[in-house]
């Protein structure tokens, strides 16, 4: 069993049918969601995965979590290949790996209290606290920053950062080891963010979690992330030590997606350079030969159409997947 990493994922993919023959009803296509991806995360850590609407990223939340199947490849859990487990095996190895997601309304049964909804995973797995169910979920609902008397209201009374904290605390209720929290405060307004990014900060400080954080706004990921993957058309680009990848980019998307985060001073937004990639991402049915991303590079030859590059790991800990990375050029 792995001490180093929480939770890694091998070689995965997941393709989903798209398209249908007039005869036969057969799908003609697939839709090439996750595509050959790897990653790690160290125990204790937060591995931050960002990229724009589409690259894959959730799906590979989702594969990661056993919430929808691989077409190929393995996740392991602790060391151990969660990939082929079903039934009671995977019952016992979702304690571990819980997840938050993105909108914290619709992930939240109007028809349930919040105690009800906090305790459910409880339910599912026939977990009985010492202390009782009723005060398990109030303590947790303390510990996020709820008010315990509101144990019987609805998530209707709450405000959105609030609803996320309900999220929150119904991912804690099993003791996991690794939270999955895919775009957590995207939803939310900014002074709202701030609030639920320092909570799980401070979780993870004192329970001593392991975080895949996904978004899109690179600035937040830049807040929490120990490392960060860079996802563009199912594939990573660029990963490595969150310091190392935002201070000096090696692949041109990094450097495109970094240059579109606002510069808060004004003293300094005369040097920042905005980069303004030209054409659309092209479709994850018929990807682009060779490196996905040449249709919107500047950088791109002919050796780029014909050959894929591979990630390659540097001396900083960074691999990134390009023919001219932005340090030798």
């Avoid at 995360?41 to 589409?54: A, Q």
């Avoid at 957590?184 to 963010?193: E, G, K, M, T």
């Amino acid at each position: 069993m792995s001490a180093e990493f929480a939770l890694e994922g091998h070689d995965l993919v997941k393709y989903f049918p798209s398209g249908s023959s007039r005869f036969l009803g057969r799908p003609t296509s697939n839709v090439r969601a996750v595509d050959g991806v790897s990653f790690s995360v160290r125990t204790g850590s937060t591995l931050g995965v960002v990229g724009e609407s589409g690259c894959g990223k959730s799906t590979l939340a989702r594969v990661a979590t056993r919430l929808i199947e691989p077409t190929s490849g393995r996740v392991l859990l602790d060391g151990v290949d969660i990939t082929r487990a079903s039934g009671a095996e995977l019952r016992v190895a979702r304690r571990k790996i819980q997840m938050i997601f993105q909108d914290p309304y619709s992930s939240l049964n109007p028809r349930h209290s919040v105690g009800q909804i906090i305790g459910a995973p409880l339910q599912v797995q026939k977990i009985s606290p010492a202390q009782g169910e009723k005060r398990r979920v109030q303590e947790l609902m303390e510990l996020v920053g709820l008010n315990p008397e509101h144990y019987n209201r609805y998530p209707h009374e709450f405000s959105g950062g609030q609803r996320q904290r309900i999220g929150i605390a119904r991912a804690l209720v099993l003791d996991p080891s690794i939270i999955v929290a895919d775009e957590p405060v995207s939803a939310l307004d900014v002074s709202i963010q701030a609030q639920i990014l320092n909570l799980l900060e401070g979780l993870q400080r004192d329970l001593g979690l392991s975080y895949v954080f996904i978004a899109h706004d690179l600035s937040v990921v830049r807040h929490i992330a120990d490392d960060v993957a860079v996802m563009y058309l199912g594939k990573i680009v660029e990963t490595g030590p969150a310091d190392v990848v935002y201070n000096a980019p090696a692949h041109p998307y990094t450097k495109a997606l970094l240059s579109a985060v606002p510069v808060a001073n004004p003293a300094r937004r005369g040097d920042h350079e905005r980069i303004r990639l030209t054409g659309d991402v092209p479709s994850p049915v018929d990807p682009p030969s060779g490196c996905r991303f040449r249709t919107r590079c500047w950088l791109a030859t002919d050796l780029c159409a014909a050959q894929e590059p591979v990630l390659t790991r540097d001396a900083s800990g960074r691999s990134v997947a390009c023919h001219f990375p932005l340090e030798s050029v």
